[in-house]
Structure formats: structure tokens, C-alpha cells
């Protein structure tokens, strides 16, 4: 994005790692006037944590990489929201069969809307974070575009970001690879500059995603069926909480050949096993769409679309149904169509927009 004025405010989200440390970097080095802020989405005890992201240890490393550059800094206590946008959806999503994403719904509900709204209150012309895509602007129109290094592509979790949004949102990554980004850390002398990027689930760090929802509802989830695809009892599975579709390991029970989770059904308590075969299909709804590329998406049209974010987008037709809804039908059949997932729709490198797989 061009840079309107010397002056012009921006604040950056920081969350401790590397990439944001470089997105303050180089906008200060643009002429901005930045402040960093991280926001702390956990209570005490959670802070101590030493895995994930969103620790005390990312905080401090948050607040030396400011003093470095020698910008304002503070931290930002969104704890309650966090609580009620993230970690509750992703409790509500395996208690009712689906597979949540945390990141995309921390992005939706907290830093482009709670932390979003924080900056245009005090003054800041934009939010820069430390994502890997590109934002560009064409005829008065603002787009979403896959970063320059594809390999660390972002533009997947950001799908849900409006035209108001993305008009005062910097990426200032996008147009670089992440060798080049660790390279400036360690010029600019950052005590970060080598750190590992997060790969889980802040408040999951040890991905024991059941024992989590346990501990954090104080419930105790029942056992129930497995069951094959024509509904034959096959045995027992430990509470609906601990199986996401295509999972194989972890079932807890023997089979004579390779079986996987093909279906989740909450109202009946049950668990469909199924071979590798009974995985694949081609069609899907989504709901909860955001559009970034048109106001108003055609009745139907032709785009690739992203069913989770390690997977490359596949081509596919949507057609936009009387309930506003969304049916996604593949030319292949795909693997694992999972409820609950983010679907994206790219044309080449522009995210036209997305939705949730129901």
C-alpha cells in the first residue's frame, strides 16, 4: 500500500515472533509513525505457558524489539473477548461434530474487529500485522491478494476482511520471502530473529485438543458408537470431542484393515468408520460467506477453492443458493471435507472471498 504522508499512524500488531517484528521494522524505516501493541488473550496462568504463541516469553520479546526501534509499545488485555470469540466457538464446534479454526476466527473477531476498532479510536490511519499476503487497490475496489512467497501464504485466514478493513490494513511481508524477512531480524540485531515459527494453537500448545475442552468445560463427554457405513456397530468410541473426518490414528480400537472417520453425528453420539475410499467427495454448502472481490458474487461461477490451509485450491463451481449460502461443487472429488473448515475461492492470486464448510 502507498504511504499517504510521513506522518501518517499506524499501529502494529506484535505478537513476539519474528514477522511482525519485521513489519514494525520496515514500516518505521518507511517514515511511519508506529506504536506496537500485542494483544494478551490469555489469563495469568495460561501466559506462563512455554509452548504456542501468546506467552509471557512473546511479550517480552515483543516489548525488546519496540525498544529497539524505539516506538511507543504497550500490551492490550483481550482475555473476556478471546474467551468468547475464539475458544468458546472452538468448544461449540467439536461438542456439535465440527473441526473449528481458531486462527481464522482470531483473526475475524479480534484482530480486525476488537484490535481494529482500538486503533481507529485512538487515532491510528491503519493496523499493520505481520501476515504474508498483499492488499492492493484497484478502481476504488480493495482486493486480497496471496503473498509473493507462496509457501508461506496467509491469505487463507484472512479471507473474512471487508472493504472498510482491508482499506486501512498494511501487510508490509507480503512482497517478501521469509528468508529475507529472518535476514533483516538479525541486521536490525532482533532477539527474535531466529525464533521458531508457532505451529500450534495458542491455547492448545500440546494439541491435546479433548483434554482441553474437559478441563475448560468441566464436562465429561460419553462414549458412543462406531459405526460402519451401512450403520453396523464396530465399537466404542471415547465421546464425539476426540474425532475429526479423516482421522485414523488415536480410535482406540483394532480393526482388521485401515478405517478412518468419514462422518461425526452429534444428535445420534456416533462415529462413521469408513475405508479411504469413502472419504473423497465433490460437493459441500458453506455459510457465514464474505465476499472481498464483489459486493454481490454471480449466480454462479467458476474459481479454485481452498478447503483447508496446508491444501492447494482446487477448481470448482459455485453457485450462490437462494439462502445465500454457497454450494461448492469440484471437478475431482477431495479428501476429507471437513465441517466446520474454512473453503476459500481464489482467480489466480486474488482471494474473491469465503465462507465455512457446513
Known sequence: MTMQTKSTRVMIAMSGGVDSAVAALL???????????????????????????????DIEDA???????????????????FAGCVIDRFVFAYEHGATPNPCV????????????????????????????????????????????DQTKDQSYMLYALTQEQLSRTIFPLGGLPKTEVRALADGAGFVNSQKPDSQDICFVPDGDYASFIEKYTKKNY???????????????????????????KGLGVAFGTPLYVCQICPE???????????????????????????????????????IRYRQCEQPATIAILPSGRAKVTFDEPQRAITRGQSVVFY????VLGGGIIL
Not at 33 to 43: E, N, Q, R, S, W
Not at 283 to 306: Q, Y
Request: charged content about 25%; overall charge negative; hydrophobic content about 35%.
Open 27 to 57: 514500516l518505521t524505516n518507511q517514515g511511519y509513525d508506529v506504536a506496537g501493541m500485542t494483544m494478551k488473550l490469555h489469563g495469568e496462568n495460561e501466559s506462563e505457558r512455554q509452548g504456542g504463541c501468546c506467552t509471557a516469553k
Open 63 to 81: 516489548t525488546h524489539v519496540a525498544a529497539r526501534l524505539g516506538i511507543p509499545y504497550e500490551v492490550c488485555h483481550f482475555e473476556a473477548d
Open 105 to 148: 476466527d482470531c483473526n475475524r473477531h479480534l484482530k480486525f474487529d476488537k484490535l481494529y476498532a482500538l486503533a481507529a479510536q485512538r487515532g491510528y490511519a491503519y493496523l499493520a500485522t505481520g501476515h504474508y499476503a498483499r492488499i492492493e487497490e484497484k478502481d476504488g475496489r480493495f482486493y486480497l491478494l496471496k503473498a509473493v
Open 222 to 248: 460419553p462414549s458412543g458408537d462406531f459405526v460402519d457405513t451401512e450403520g453396523k456397530v464396530l465399537g466404542k468410541h471415547q465421546g464425539i470431542i476426540r474425532y475429526t473426518i479423516g482421522q485414523r
Open 268 to 306: 445420534e453420539n456416533r462415529v462413521v468408520l469408513g475405508g479411504n475410499d469413502d472419504l473423497f467427495s465433490t460437493t459441500f454448502e458453506a455459510g457465514e460467506l464474505n465476499w472481498i472481490a464483489f459486493d454481490t458474487p454471480p449466480a454462479t461461477f467458476r474459481a479454485k477453492a481452498k
Open 347 to 350: 482467480q489466480d492470486d486474488y
